[in-house]
């Protein structure tokens, strides 16, 4: 399970990217695709069309950061909705990345405070 504060966002884009691409060809794309700013200390998740490599760029303090997995057997099977961009939680990501597909779980209902439903 990914351990990120509850600040943090995760930004999934469902348009494949050429995973050549390193550090500043990624952060435009978030810039310019997703219309989000990569300084911003959110995740960024990108995969190719073939849907087995993933790369997530990500700002630290100091620089970016990117995490990079390749299969060598199956394909990641991230959610699509229509969208360019989409936002995912830390526990989605964590289950993707393990091989798990998520078409088919079902999501408890859980609380939700007053005043923010």
């Known amino acids: 399970m990914l351990l990120l504060p509850p600040s943090v966002r995760i930004y999934f884009c469902a348009q494949p990217a050429d995973m050549r691409k390193s550090f500043?060809?990624?952060a435009a794309?978030?810039?310019d695709?997703?219309?989000h700013?990569?300084?911003s200390g959110h995740l960024f998740v990108f995969c190719n069309r073939r849907r087995d490599r993933v790369k997530i760029l990500?700002?630290?303090r100091g620089g970016y950061c990117l995490w990079y997995k390749?299969?060598?057997i199956g394909a990641f099977r991230f959610p699509?909705?229509?969208?360019?961009?989409?936002?995912?939680e830390a526990g989605e990501l964590a289950l993707i990345l393990e091989g798990i597909d998520l078409s088919g779980a079902k999501r408890r209902e859980r609380f939700v405070p007053v005043g923010l439903a």
């Open 33 to 35: 695709a997703l219309c």
């Open 24 to 26: 500043d060809s990624l």
């Open 70 to 72: 390749r299969l060598e």
């Open 80 to 88: 699509y909705r229509g969208e360019v961009c989409m936002e995912l």
């Open 37 to 39: 700013n990569p300084l």
């Open 29 to 31: 794309l978030a810039r």
């Open 58 to 60: 990500w700002w630290d």
